[in-house]
């Protein structure tokens, strides 16, 4: 049964906001950050820079257990090790990237870093549990993308799928750490 008041189905059609479009045009000092990016834009920038906090902190550890991990298994590790350094490394580009997009300004301040960051440096010595730290902080980033994810929506598409890109090499670098433990 249709309602007499909407259109038929064969009537309706998709239309793109012509206003937005225009208001779009007029300020090209912002670059890609269009009107439509609303009030989130500053939120999501904060968000960013706190995952970019939280990449360099990743790299940091991953960096100095590459170079101090020993044992008989720590060569195999540490070039897993350094593997997910220089992959945080790349998420921390893309991020740092789309900082600037937005109108943001990256922070590589080392002064507030590890405030700033979700995940924690670790001085380990011992294989396992340099193995152990960076489970934790992975399943910590795992989780804060998500959330980030959620939280961001349909708000800004472009920052959801790289945050689902980095979510899906950290779900894979978690899995890599789980198989280390006990070894």
Known sequence: MTNRNSPAPSTRRLQLDQAAIDAAAKSLDEGAVTP???????????????????????????????????????PAIADEF????????VHADKIAERIVQLGGEPDF????????????YDESTELQAMVRANLVAERIAVESYRQMIGLIGDKDPTTRRILEEILTDEEEHADELKNWLGH
């Open 82 to 89: 350094l593997v997910h350094a220089n992959e945080e490394s």
């Open 109 to 120: 301040s080392p002064d507030t870093l590890l405030e700033r960051s979700h995940a924690d």
């Open 36 to 74: 439509g990016y609303g009030p989130w834009r500053e939120d999501i920038v904060k968000l960013l820079n706190d995952a970019l906090a939280t990449e360099l902190v990743c790299i940091l550890r991953y960096k100095r257990h590459y170079f101090t991990a020993n044992g008989v298994q720590s």
